[in-house]
């Protein structure tokens, strides 16, 4: 199964839910945000929500400064 991660082509081999794919890229869903194919998540929603062939996620983290 093919998906985009952050622009960059990834292959799974079965579907996976948000949190078991931020598992295996070993992020920590308390410091980012998924937008899983052009929508945005709740975080509630990241062990529900399955990732498909040919989906597209953006996981971005927010970094603080001054």
């Known amino acids: 199964m093919n998906i985009i991660v952050n ?3 990834r292959s799974l081999d079965a579907p996976v839910t948000i949190s078991a ?3 295996t890229l070993d992020v920590n869903p308390l410091t ?13 929603d990241f062990g529900r929500k399955m990732v498909g062939e040919g ?3 953006e996981l971005i983290r927010f970094v603080g400064g001054g």
Do not use: S
């Not at 980012?32 to 509630?44: A, F, Q």
């Open 55 to 57: 989906d597209t996620l």
């Open 21 to 23: 794919l931020l598992e």
């Open 7 to 9: 622009g960059e082509a």
């Open 32 to 44: 980012i945000v998924v937008e899983h194919n052009g929508t945005i998540l709740e975080r509630d």
